[in-house]
């Protein structure tokens, strides 16, 4: 019961459980964003929605609502496609998952995830990298 009421006021207090938590988890639990190292892109940081765990700007809410109406978020965080990429993953579920025309809203969807969820610097096709080569003993 002590543990409860002690977490319980953390939370009211606004310290997020990723700071108390004893297994070491990399994610917070909380509703404020949070600040997080996103590089990869030129940018030093930026906050993430703790719902979506997207990068919050003014076209957050609109690329929510075309997005994860059907599938994950870790499906958007784990493509670094050009505008292009995205713009032919998009007519793919058109074509084949049934997403609706996304009219006057596709350009603005696209330019957020070319902005945030692009290629990176490196050299990148859409895959995963190749995993670092292994020595073994």
């Given amino acids: 019961m002590e543990k409860i009421v002690f977490l ?3 939370l009211v207090a606004g310290v997020s459980l990723q700071q108390i938590s004893p297994f070491g988890r990399s994610e917070s639990v909380g509703l404020a964003a949070v600040p997080v190292d996103n590089r990869h892109n030129g940018i030093d940081t930026l906050k993430l929605d703790r719902e979506t765990n997207l990068v919050i700007d003014e076209r957050l809410n609109l ?3 075309h997005c994860t109406a059907c599938h994950s978020t ?3 965080t784990q493509s670094q496609l050009t505008r292009d990429g995205w713009r032919q993953k998009i007519r793919w579920m058109q074509r084949t998952q049934k997403l609706w025309d996304l009219g006057e ?3 603005i969807v696209l330019d957020y995830l070319t902005k945030y969820y692009g290629p990176s610097d490196r050299a990148f096709d859409g895959r995963r990298l190749p995993l ?3 020595t073994w003993h």
Avoid: H, T, W
């Fill in 8 to 10: 319980g006021m953390m």
């Fill in 132 to 134: 670092p080569k292994q």
């Fill in 74 to 76: 870790k499906l958007i």
């Fill in 105 to 107: 809203s596709e350009p």
């Fill in 63 to 65: 690329v929510k609502a």
